[in-house]
């Protein structure tokens, strides 16, 4: 099946600072990439939706100033997360799309484990 | 995208088949079940899909019941990797977005 890399798989930062994190498709063209963010013990949240050369579509709550996602290209989309805070500690996934016809299959990322001390 | 619901955990003896339910009443009629699961400290594993007919592939069994209002998922054989979340998520292909719920936590034990 398609396969979705993340680097890091794991960062520790200071509080204050900025932290990045990539996502990418490794063998397809990827027409949408998502990010979700995961507390312990809790379910994802959908944090954005992002397509190749567009805007990022952020859901309710998540702070686009903070949370800086650029799609680059079919197999690359990084997310930045800004002067990062101890609560922003947490599971970050991204997951791709391979949409050809009305297959639409999503294929997630390892996830990358922030902490912000 | 409908809402699903699942019991929250379920134990399963190893080597026997894992059948999880789950409830998606207000399933429109162009929504697919899609199931997923996700092992400790992973990213989500894509197990299955369907929209009316029960499909079946290497990994699972997904039965649909006639008026698409719950499916089961079905492990046919569990081993101790099974245990995991598994998520059931009704799902507009086409540009839809996945929004997950609680999921069920799976226990295959020996």
């Known amino acids: 099946g398609a396969v979705v890399s993340q680097h890091p798989s794991r960062v520790i930062c200071k509080s204050g600072t900025s932290v990045k994190i990539e996502c990418r498709s490794l063998?397809?063209?990827?027409?949408?990439m998502f990010w979700y963010r995961q507390f312990p013990k809790k379910s994802l949240m959908l944090m954005a939706t992002?397509?190749?050369?567009?805007?990022?579509?952020?859901e309710q709550g998540v702070e686009k100033d903070k949370f800086l996602i650029n799609h680059a290209s079919l197999t690359l989309s990084t997310l930045t997360v800004t002067s990062a805070h101890p609560e922003d500690s947490s599971f970050y996934i991204c997951?791709?799309?391979?949409?050809?016809?009305?297959?639409?299959?999503?294929?997630f990322g390892p996830g990358t484990r922030l902490t912000v001390t | 995208d409908a809402k699903t619901t699942q019991p929250p955990s379920m134990d399963c003896a190893e080597g026997r088949a894992a059948n999880l339910p789950c409830n998606h009443s207000?399933?429109?009629?162009?929504?697919?079940v899609y199931w997923y699961r996700q092992i400790h400290s992973q990213g989500p594993q894509y197990i299955i899909h369907?929209?009316?007919n029960n499909e079946t592939n290497e990994m699972a069994s997904l039965i649909i019941t006639e008026d698409r209002k719950s499916s089961t998922l079905i492990l046919p054989h569990a081993t101790l990797r099974d245990t995991a979340v598994y998520y059931c998520?009704?799902?507009?292909?086409?540009?839809?977005?996945?929004?997950f719920g609680q999921g069920t936590e799976l226990s295959v034990k020996p």
């Open positions: 997951s791709a799309t391979q949409a050809a016809g009305v297959s639409y299959e999503q294929y």
């Open positions: 207000t399933i429109s009629g162009n929504e697919y």
């Open positions: 063998d397809f063209q990827a027409t949408t």
């Open positions: 998520i009704s799902f507009y292909n086409q540009g839809g977005k996945l929004i």
């Open positions: 992002s397509n190749e050369g567009s805007k990022a579509t952020y």
């Open positions: 369907g929209l009316k």
